[in-house]
């Protein structure tokens, strides 16, 4: 099983659709989760931490099913701008933020 | 505030030829690293510094890849030789410190002939 695994899409979406993206992870120890936004030739950046009890940034929702090692998105009422590839990211063990494992990413275009 | 700065953008050179990377962090980041991205992947670790010192390079091709962050600030990383499969966008990031969110530089594309 890959450390962190997420379906590659793409989903191809209309302006104002929800679309969730999911994620699975192995490592059990893994205590930090991330989601990243990487728009095209770009560099990844910060989109949303991800808490235990799931939490909610404007438009975006992130949720962590520890017993599952599951971690979703949801984008609501989905924008052009929103078009990128979505990237979930876990870290190798313990709290830190220095050893993070990036998922291949989930591609996102919203079509208007 | 300025970004994570690296250079060059873009390299192109033959296989067996030397390359070299460079990567100025945010100023008051004592946590480095260097990433590689293939293609439809994720970025995947390389190396990572505690100010000076490489506390994790567990996932450096030591054959080819060498890097160093004198003086704990800018950092390179080179690949001598380098072969086809070395073709990436080598990625470098910077945080305050290892429990805080890294910020990433735009990457440098590195293409073998």
């Known amino acids: 099983r890959k450390e962190v695994e997420q379906d590659p899409g793409p989903f191809n979406v209309p302006e104002g659709a929800t679309v969730a993206f999911n994620c699975t992870y192995s490592?059990?120890?893994?205590?930090?989760f991330f989601w990243y936004r990487q728009d095209c030739r770009k560099e990844p950046k910060l989109l949303m931490s991800v808490y235990s009890s799931g939490n909610e940034d404007g438009r975006f929702t992130a949720q962590l099913n520890r017993a599952s090692q599951y971690i979703s998105l949801l984008i609501r009422d989905s924008k052009l701008s929103d078009s990128a590839t979505y990237l979930c990211?876990?870290?190798?063990?313990?709290?830190?933020?220095?050893?993070?494992?990036f998922g291949k990413g989930t591609k996102l275009s919203v079509k208007p | 505030e300025a970004g994570v700065v690296q250079s060059p953008r873009y390299k192109i050179i033959e296989k067996k030829q030397p390359v070299a990377f460079w990567c100025n962090p945010i100023s008051g980041h004592n946590t480095l690293y260097w990433y590689r991205q293939n293609l439809g992947q994720g970025p995947e670790l390389l190396i990572r510094y505690e100010n000076e010192e490489a506390v994790d390079d567990s996932q450096l091709p030591k054959d080819r890849f060498s890097a160093e962050r004198l003086k704990g600030v800018d950092s390179t990383l080179k690949i001598q030789p380098a072969e086809l499969g070395d073709s990436a966008v080598y990625l470098c990031?910077?945080?305050?410190?290892?429990?805080?969110?890294?910020?990433f530089g735009d990457g440098t594309r590195l293409s073998i002939l």
């Open positions: 990031a910077s945080s305050p410190n290892s429990n805080q969110p890294q910020h």
């Open positions: 990211v876990v870290n190798r063990g313990g709290g830190s933020q220095g050893n993070l494992i």
């Open positions: 490592n059990s120890a893994s205590q930090s």
